[in-house]
């Protein structure tokens, strides 16, 4: 069965940083695009960026590269995404998708939570100031 498990989030002040893991499995991941959404009350889901497990295309939203960052590490089917200089307009729920994409994300779909099929349950992120 296809699961993903974020987390690392917590409560944090503003400046501060945070390491997000999203653990999949194996079906989850092998030739998945997996992206990272976040949520914050009252607001849309909010795509972040996304990476492809096999050949590590990333694609993210200009206004948030330079702070945040997505990695993964293959070896253990898991996908991070690096916060720093984190903004109380951060806080949010951070969650973790993927979608079955043989060769690469779709440019026009990765920021769009209705591509994906299968979702983690989330991670809170709070920022205080």
């Known amino acids: 069965q296809a699961q993903l498990v974020e987390s690392g989030g917590g409560s944090v002040q503003v400046g501060g940083s945070l390491r997000l893991s999203c653990a999949a499995s194996?079906?989850?991941?092998?030739?998945?695009?997996v992206g990272w959404f976040r949520q914050a009350p009252g607001k849309e889901r909010e795509g972040i960026a996304a990476?492809?497990?096999?050949?590590?295309?990333?694609y993210g939203h200009d206004s948030l590269e330079g702070r945040f960052t997505i990695s993964q590490d293959s070896a253990k089917n898991t996908v991070y995404l690096h916060l720093g200089d984190l903004k109380p307009e951060d806080t949010a729920m951070y969650y973790c998708?993927?979608?079955?994409?043989?060769?690469?994300?779709?440019?026009?779909?990765?920021?769009?939570?209705?591509?994906?099929?299968?979702w983690g349950q989330g991670t809170q992120v709070s920022v205080s100031s």
């Open positions: 998708a993927a979608e079955w994409a043989m060769y690469d994300c779709s440019r026009e779909s990765w920021s769009n939570p209705l591509w994906y099929s299968v």
């Open positions: 194996a079906d989850a991941y092998r030739s998945h695009c």
């Open positions: 990476i492809h497990s096999r050949n590590s295309h990333k």
